[in-house]
């Protein structure tokens, strides 16, 4: 797997696809780990497409903070 880091916009995975990301979930004591999430704006992708604002969203709608890398989902 090809671990992406997060310099620019540019290095963004693809709006709403799930993929992991390391990131930090303040609810689990502020601890850096794996987690899969997706891009979301709970707009349907109208704020990120107009300002470039988004979240990173676990299934069950846990906010992940401070996100520095992302790789694709392995194929199982």
Do not use: A
């Not at 300002?51 to 989902?73: A, H, P, Q, R, S």
């Amino acid at each position: 797997m090809k671990i992406v880091t997060i310099k620019t916009n540019k290095d963004l995975p693809e709006y709403g696809k799930y993929v992991l990301v390391n990131g930090v979930d303040q609810s689990q004591y502020g601890i850096r780990r794996w987690h899969v999430c997706e891009m979301n704006d709970l707009e349907d992708g109208v704020e990120f497409k107009e300002n470039g604002y988004f979240m990173w969203l676990t299934e069950k709608g846990t906010k992940i903070e401070d996100v520095t890398c992302w790789c694709e989902l392995p194929n199982i």
